[in-house]
Nanobody, 127 residues
Framework: QLQLVESGGGLVQPGGSLRLSCAAA????????IGWFRHAPGKEREGVSC????????NYPDSVKGRFTISRDNTKNTVYLQMNSLKPEDTAVYYC????????????????????WGQGTQVTVAS
C-alpha cells in the first residue's frame, strides 16, 4: 500500500525550530519527487518546498526561503523539512506529497502535480 506519513509537528514559540519528517512506504521512493505543502484556515494550500529524486535540486517560495530546508534520505525512504525562525504565519497543517517521475531534476510546488498525499501534521507557532 502506497503511503506517506508525516510527523514532527507541534507547538513552538516564534523564532523556534521544528523538523518535519515524511516517511514513505509501498513504492520506489527514489523514483518520486517530493513536495511539502501547507494549508492554513481561510487560506489556499501553499507549496513550501520541493526536492528532486536524488535531492540535488530544491526550491522554495519567498515566504520561507532562507528559513526552511528540505532534504531526503533515499536509504530511509524519508524526506525532511527543517523549519527555522518560525513565525506565527507559518501556522498550518503541513503535508508531504509524492509524484512519480522519470525526470531526475523534476521539482515542483504545484499541488495539482501530486497524486499521493500524507495525512498532515499540525504546526502551531504561538507564544
Amino acid at each position: 500500500q502506497l503511503q506517506l506519513v508525516e510527523s514532527g509537528g507541534g507547538l513552538v514559540q516564534p523564532g523556534g525550530s521544528l523538523r518535519l519528517s515524511c516517511a514513505a512506504a509501498g513504492f520506489t521512493f527514489d523514483s518520486y519527487t517530493i513536495g511539502w505543502f501547507r494549508h492554513a484556515p481561510g487560506k489556499e494550500r501553499e507549496g513550501v518546498s520541493c526536492i528532486s529524486r536524488n535531492g540535488d535540486r530544491t526550491n522554495y517560495p519567498d515566504s520561507v526561503k532562507g528559513r526552511f530546508t528540505i532534504s531526503r534520505d533515499n536509504t530511509k525512504n524519508t524526506v525532511y523539512l527543517q523549519m527555522n525562525s518560525l513565525k506565527p504565519e507559518d501556522t498550518a497543517v503541513y503535508y508531504c506529497a509524492a509524484r512519480a517521475t522519470r525526470f531526475q531534476a523534476m521539482c515542483t510546488m504545484n499541488p495539482l502535480e501530486f497524486g499521493l498525499w500524507g495525512q498532515g501534521t499540525q504546526v502551531t507557532v504561538a507564544s
